[in-house]
């Protein structure tokens, strides 16, 4: 990895993290649409759609096994004049250099992981992201944490499209 692209991630590691806090912190729900919620700050101004996982399964060589995970949230972060940004907390650290794997209605697609933080590759990969999340009704994540356990969190999509229009109409 080039020193310039891992700036680059480091920074956009910073600024998904200091959203995702804002968005545990935050009171300011402005909206519910089904399975998704839309809230919004006004310094610096963001909006952003978000929900918990409906079913999540927690396994090590192939058993269920209990485990602590804090947060497990999936978002969409919308700032004025930029399109929606999709990021993914899975309440813990993974495992480093691996990839969170999406599954929207069996269409495949890739986070990459930094910390607890997930998100797409580039602008191209979070317009695709997001038009399938658009017309899906579930979205699979499955991913591994630092302690090799493996993960699969799934999200249903009820409420979703209408949760990205709210919140990047609020945020235009």
Known sequence: MTSTLRRALGAAAIALAATVAQAQESTNRVATMTDWNVFTEESPKECWGVSKPKETVNSRDGQP???RRGDIL???TFRPGKPGEISFTGGYPFAGGSTVDVSVDGNAFQLF???????????????ALLKAL??????????RSGKGTQTKDTF???GFTAAMEDAGLRCK
Do not use: I, Q, Y
């Open 113 to 127: 992981t930094d910390g607890e933080w997930a998100w797409p590759g580039s602008a191209g990969d979070d317009a």
């Open 134 to 143: 658009k017309a899906g009704t579930t979205a699979t994540l499955t991913a």
């Open 156 to 158: 249903s999509l009820r």
């Open 65 to 67: 096994v209990s485990v």
């Open 74 to 76: 999936l978002f969409v």
